[in-house]
């Protein structure tokens, strides 16, 4: 397993682009985000989804979350955008709101379970964005951890649990933890919390 230090302001863009490199051939990343350490992986590669997974131990019905460079590359993702969901990525991104949008046919059915839907992100964190950027292409960005254990903002305990079972691992030093990004389906008129998080879900009503 690779490890590299990467500033969390001014990443390298080599040293991003090699990480990009790496997941474009199916391999899997641990990276820093502007909440906790994520596992990456391209999310059009049937093979890498499935190294999650098992690295994880993660069930297959449970879906994958992404991440992206930007609004834009989100669009790029996502088959469509509601004026909501476009309405509250652009008051909240870069940040720790996720949404939901339907999926381009190009993201394997192992990220969504099935669904056809996939929750995405534009994080505040140089190093996540950049990655994404790198690729071209929004990643997965599941917490470095073994399922049911607590998610960690140190690249350490990510290292100890997933020994063997990464390829890189981008350090920038702790991650600022705490709360978990807040995740909202807004495809309708009536958005709808799915998971409590960062961003105050009464906040987000309010820019409805």
């Keep these: 397993m690779e490890r590299l230090t990467v500033s969390p302001a001014n990443p390298d863009a080599r040293t991003l682009a090699h990480a990009a490199d790496i997941l474009a051939r199916g391999g899997l990343v641990i990276f820093p985000t502007d909440t906790l350490y994520g596992l990456a992986a391209d999310p059009r590669n049937a093979r890498a989804v499935e190294r999650v997974f098992r690295a994880k131990g993660r069930s297959a019905r449970q879906a994958l979350p992404l991440i992206a460079a930007s609004l834009a590359q989100v669009e790029a993702a996502a088959t469509s955008l509601s004026p909501l969901t476009r309405r509250l990525a652009e008051r909240f991104w870069p940040g720790p ?18 669904t056809g ?10 190093v996540a964005r ?15 951890n073994r399922s049911g254990e607590a998610a960690t903002s140190t690249v350490g305990a990510a290292m100890d649990v997933l020994d063997g079972l990464v390829d890189l691992v981008l350090d920038c030093g702790p991650t600022t933890g705490g709360e978990p990004s807040t995740v909202v389906d807004a ?17 987000v009503l309010e820019v409805l």
């Design 97 to 114: 709101l996720t949404l939901v949008v339907d999926a381009v046919a190009s993201i394997v059915p192992g990220v969504h379970g099935g």
């Design 187 to 203: 495809r309708t008129g009536r958005p709808q919390l799915l998971r409590a998080g960062a961003v105050p879900f009464a906040s």
């Design 117 to 126: 839907a996939v929750a995405i992100r534009v994080p505040d964190h140089a």
């Design 130 to 144: 950049g990655l994404a950027s790198q690729l071209a292409f929004p990643i997965v960005s599941t917490s470095a």
